[in-house]
Nanobody, 120 residues
Framework: QVQLVESGGDLVQPGGSLRLSCVASGSVWGIRDMRWYRQALGKQRQMVAV???????DYVDSVKGRFTISRDNAKNTMYLQMDNLKPEDTAVYYC??????????????WGQGTQVTVSS
């Protein structure tokens, strides 16, 4: 059974930094795209950043230049470095991976979410 486990969420002041991590545990045979989403209170979930299998990345406009997504394929792990955080970045952050589990087919998996709060 494959699970995604996130960590790194916290309360931080505006202008501060956080680093989120997401690890895929279990019998993982391959991972394609990795994505970070976020959902603020009362709003729809939105994709924040993606890193594809080849390493290319893309970001929603509101975080470009402040957030950096990366992956470590050997560790089945994805990161989101968040710098110069703003109050509008406050949300629950979810990781998503398109992966192949042993004995299964390619499918999307989600983490449980980690709270990021930016406030003075």
């Amino acid at each position: 059974q494959v699970q995604l486990v996130e960590s790194g969420g916290d309360l931080v002041q505006p202008g501060g930094s956080l680093r989120l991590s997401c690890v895929a545990s279990g019998s993982v045979w391959g991972i394609r795209d990795m994505r970070w989403y976020r959902q603020a209170l009362g709003k729809q979930r939105q994709m924040v950043a993606v890193v594809i299998g080849g390493g290319g990345t893309d970001y929603v406009d509101s975080v470009k230049g402040r957030f950096t997504i990366s992956r470590d394929n050997a560790k089945n792990t994805m990161y989101l470095q968040m710098d110069n955080l703003k109050p509008e970045d406050t949300a629950v952050y979810y990781c998503n991976m398109n992966l192949l589990a042993k004995g299964s087919t390619w499918a999307d998996y989600w983490g449980q979410g980690t709270q990021v709060t930016v406030s003075s």
